[in-house]
């Protein structure tokens, strides 16, 4: 009865518009970070502590699918095969217990590798965040987003100057991103980002940056692409999904300040308005097959998922 209400009471805290209803999917989760769904219909997700685990729907107790990974951020099943994006590089694993590391050697220090996902090409792609908050990077590969065959061979650099680029989504073949903004410019610049990805563009970290009052580029912007949409400063946008239509951006939030963040955004028109609040630090976000609308937060351990009455 107490885990019952207990899940009830974790639901009701967030807060949706006229129409949505939130409710628990799993938890139980040590800061989950991703999630994919496998060929078995079950939901993997990676925890920060470096474990991979399963669940269905109402699961209280995860399966253990992998250990000791470090830091894994970025989750994608292709075929039988489960990528792991972590620090440093990206393994390759299976149902059947084996394991392979498919890139290695990739830069990281202050971020890391982020969102790995599948691109209509059949190459697979890669954030991979900066080693510093503002600084010229001696590897390309670091603020980039990278593509390469699922056996590793055949990197390339697809886009650059993406300070932390921790959420990909391909719509169709149209890649987006969300990029986390540098963190010397005050509390209330510079905004986050939602980019649309072309191969060869330049998003201007770390000499231009998205000026979130007069939503505009603002440094040395020559030749920069410009974002689709700002996000509030500091808001550290995360994880995104195609949802009903829309875009949906996971807000972390601030460590230990609410004034920005922790919410799902919309974004309709290239303008981001609140859809859900109510979290401690939503991080993740997929959709489930059934239509739903899956919210990993980092902070309690929760998958919520959303969906339409």
Known sequence: MRAALATVALAAAIHLPAGYHAAVYASGLEHPT????????????????????????GAKRPRVFARRLVVPLGLLWRGRTLYVAESGKVEALTRSGSQRTVLRGLPFDLHQQDAIVAGPDGRLYLGSGSTCNACLEHDRRSAAILSFRPDGSGVRVVATGLRNPYGLLFVGRNLYATVNGRDDLGDNEPAEMVVHVHPGADYGWPACWAGYALRKLIGACRGVERPIAYLEPHSSADGIAAWRGNLFVAEWGEYLSRRHGRKIVRIVHGKATTFATGFDHPLALAVDPSGDLLVADWGRGVIYAISKR
């Open 34 to 57: 991703a999630l994919a769904f496998g060929p078995d219909r079950r939901l993997y997700v990676a925890e920060d502590t470096g474990t991979i685990v399963s669940v269905s729907r």
